[in-house]
Nanobody, 116 residues
Framework: QVQLVESGGGLVQPGGSLRLSCAAS????????VNWYRQAPGKERELVAG????????NYADSVKGRFTISRDNAKNTGYLQMNSLKPEDTAVYYC?????????WGQGTQVTVSS
């Protein structure tokens, strides 16, 4: 059974940090690129960051460049999103996505709220 379980979300003050995790099971984690998306209320889901299967290449939305870092540990079947210097506009539900050649998996989402 395929599962993607996100964790690490929560309430943080502006300027603070959070680290999201995405634990995968039920398939070969290293066979897929890891992506993090987010969706704020009333807005479309947007791609925040992505990392290739072996971790050699990463990409980021312009809005998070220099603040967020995506990584993965294939030995632990886990992807990460380190979020620093958080802003209120980063408030959203964050989703982990694993995209292999044949399948596309999604986590249930974790809420990130940036507020004072």
């Amino acid at each position: 059974q395929v599962q993607l379980v996100e964790s690490g979300g929560g309430l943080v003050q502006p300027g603070g940090s959070l680290r999201l995790s995405c634990a995968a099971s039920g398939f070969t984690f290293s066979s897929g690129a890891v992506n993090w998306y987010r969706q704020a209320p009333g807005k479309e889901r947007e791609l925040v960051a992505g990392i290739t299967r072996a971790g050699g290449f990463t990409n980021y939305a312009d809005s998070v460049k220099g603040r967020f870092t995506i990584s993965r540990d294939n030995a632990k079947n886990t992807g990460y999103l380190q979020m620093n210097s958080l802003k209120p506009e980063d408030t959203a539900v964050y989703y982990c996505n694993i995209n292999t050649l044949s399948d596309n998996y999604w986590g249930q989402g974790t809420q990130v709220t940036v507020s004072s």
